[in-house]
């Protein structure tokens, strides 16, 4: 049974940066697609960034284009969320997934398995 948890979150400034993890216990992760999505109070679920199996295809939602950038280490099972030039409105509990099928996809129900989250703070 794969499990995934999350880390990195935190407390930051405006401008400033972070780095999540995701660590996936089991064998199989290079066989899974991986997302980010968020999840602020009052909001619903919202896609962040996916990535492929091999790391060759990325996608990401236009409101994080050009800010973030998902990562994987396959040889680490684990998989990464790079957030520079944070702003208020990316304060968010973060949630790393493992989607059904082979492509990378922006929708939630696609996703079967979850983190607990991490969360992000920004300070304006």
């Known amino acids: 049974q794969v499990q995934l948890v999350e880390s990195g979150g935190g407390l930051v400034q405006a401008g400033g940066s972070l780095r999540l993890s995701c660590a996936a216990s089991?064998?199989?992760?290079?066989?899974?697609?991986m997302g980010w999505f968020r999840q602020a109070p009052g909001k619903e679920r919202e896609f962040v960034a996916a990535i492929s199996r091999n790391g060759g295809s990325t996608d990401y939602a236009d409101s994080v284009k050009g800010r973030f950038t998902i990562s994987r280490d396959n040889a680490k099972n684990t998989v990464y969320l790079q957030m520079n030039s944070l702003k208020p409105e990316d304060t968010a509990v973060y949630y790393c997934?493992?989607?059904?099928?082979?492509?990378?996809?922006?929708?939630?129900?696609?996703?079967?398995?979850w983190g607990q989250g991490t969360q992000v703070t920004v300070s304006s």
């Open positions: 997934a493992k989607r059904l099928g082979v492509r990378v996809g922006v929708n939630p129900r696609e996703y079967d398995l």
């Open positions: 089991g064998r199989t992760f290079s066989n899974y697609v």
